[in-house]
């Protein structure tokens, strides 16, 4: 047999893919990951889960990388930079991160940070996003675009933030929100700077292509764009129309979406000028892909193109546009949220690998005398003994038949619990055999190509999926997943990540394989106290606030980290993640309450000597370090 290499990892889990130059595989067997695609510095996971470990915090961790923010802020804005220079661009490119994506305080610090030397801006969609974003740009000149539906409330702060000196600009959405914010701006004595956003009949693809459309939620329609316009004239307020905003949705899958949309919204704006509307801006929305399965398809988990041939494209279409048109080129914004920061975070857990553990069935015994056994029990242990290359195919559908039949007989009483423990047993012995068999045969027999999922094994993941990848659930949006150590040994067994909630929808079986996408995950057999532990990647976009406390799992604790050339890495921060009694606090219980009427009931039970002081004493104990503690698997 061939040596297992850790090439043939990378090639299986297709890490060299979807890792963008940011995740690898070292020489160590483990999984690495580098602050930027060009540095040679990276952070062994394995060795960091140790090192965390040590520091006595309990998986799943959620890591934030936060060198890759910058990597990927960086990467659009040189992406865009080259293709204005490229293209001979007349006017500039700014990045506004949609905090909805990720409103976690530390990483718009971080964006807003790094963002500094790109001017980046920040894009909110409702009003406790206003308040995060006028936090941020207190004291900054960080510019700030408003979307989403807004109400005087909403209006009026950023009218008088307008006239506080923000610079901030408000994205019509409906007419009637025009009217709102002119009747407010002749009470406030202050016209905003404005832009409306507009519907385009071009869509995009995947799963958010309704955000585009002419029946998408969001935008004018055409006729209400030359409405809203001559709204404005009668009001003396045109001058303030700066920006035109169009978003087709977010992860646009094909290249030729966005060429479309760019090309009708340009011609908008090319419209507009011509006019005589004063437009300074283009805002083309987010939309900007992951290669989440590492294809470089139109797969709605994957992208057929590139951060460069993206901003090449925008470019390009919109000099060309405005070229034809004759009219000035406008500045070019995008709202590119997830392609910032999807990869930042990676949550590692432990895997429980239930099915080698120490009391797996065994019934070898009834080999060697078959006479107890029920006719249909026999006739299995026969297939067992028998079974070779030549006979695969009947066997294989005369065992599913038997099993059948076993589970009819015992219905009907013909036979026993025993009995039919051991066809259960002998089942699945006999398709470990044909497994065996049909490895070796290349290329495996049609009928048998799916027969691998019988074999499919359960691992239990120390996680909940609602909480930490809640679009696996909710849209079947494909992460990559994958084990962290021990890539440079074969993976024996396929298997799927159940999660630790009670719900059977916790459970993983499409996973990010060589070819796309595969039913299996390759898992290594898990050894005696050994941690075995499982990255979830490339799941910085939208599932932290999306995540939800099914079954009360909480947050998970959360690491920051920064590399570090003396020390590979440095801890930022370590955010821990909700107690048992933080979990309860959000469904209206109180954990000093529960304790109290759980000690005032022991107390009348020791009181009629059924329970003892130190029974009741040592329960209540138990409880509070239960209510102190971490919602997710301990020892
Ligand atoms: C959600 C949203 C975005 C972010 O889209 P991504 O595809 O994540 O980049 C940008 N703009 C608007 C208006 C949005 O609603």
Known sequence: MEKWTIADSAKIYN????????????KKGHVCVHPSPTSKYSIDLRDLMEDLIKRKIKPPILLRFMDILEGRIGAINRAFKSAISENDYPAKYRTFYPIKVNQQRQVVEAITQFGK????????????????????ASGTNIPIICNGYKDAEF?????????????????????FELEK?????????????????VKLSSKGTGKWA?????????????????????????????????LLHFHIGSQITKIDKIKNALIEGTRVYAEMRKMGVDLEYVDIGGGLGVDYDGTKSSYFSSVNYTVEEYANDVVYQIKNICDEAGVECPNIISESGRAIVAHYSV??????????????????E?????????????KLVDIYKSIDRHSLREDYHDTLQLIQEAVSLFNLGYLNLQDRAV????????????NGIVEKIKPIPEELSNFHLSLRQTYFANFSLFQSIPDSWAIDQLFPIMPIQRLNQKPDVMASIADITCDSDGEITSFVGENGRSKFLPLHKVRKNEDYYIGFFLIGAYQEILGDMHNLFGDTNAVHITFNKKTNYKIDTVINGDAVWESLKYVQYKGPEILKHVRDTLEKSVAHRKVSIEESSHFLELLDKTLLGYTYFGE
């Open 155 to 175: 209006i009026e702060t950023v009218l008088y933030a307008t006239k506080i000196g923000f610079d901030i600009t408000i994205v019509v959405e409906k007419l």
């Open 117 to 136: 030397r790109y001017n980046i801006g920040l894009e909110v969609g409702s009003k406790p996003e206003l308040v995060v974003a006028i936090s941020f």
């Open 423 to 434: 066809a259960e047993w002998l089942c699945s012995r006999i398709f470990k055999k044909i």
């Open 181 to 197: 914010i002119i009747a407010l701006a002749k009470k406030v004595g202050i016209v905003p700077k404005l832009g409306i956003r």
């Open 347 to 364: 949550l590692i857990t432990n895997a429980l690998d239930t099915n080698t553990q120490s009391l797996s069935p065994d019934f070898e």
């Open 366 to 378: 009834v080999l060697e005398t078959t006479e107890k056994l029920s006719p249909t029990v026999r």
């Open 15 to 26: 890490i060299d893919n979807w890792g963008s130059e940011l995740f690898s595989i070292n």
């Open 210 to 242: 309704t955000s585009g459309g002419e029946d998408a939620k969001f935008g004018l329609r055409i006729s209400e764009l030359i409405t809203a316009i001559e709204l404005l004239e009668e009001e003396g307020m045109v001058d303030k129309l700066k």
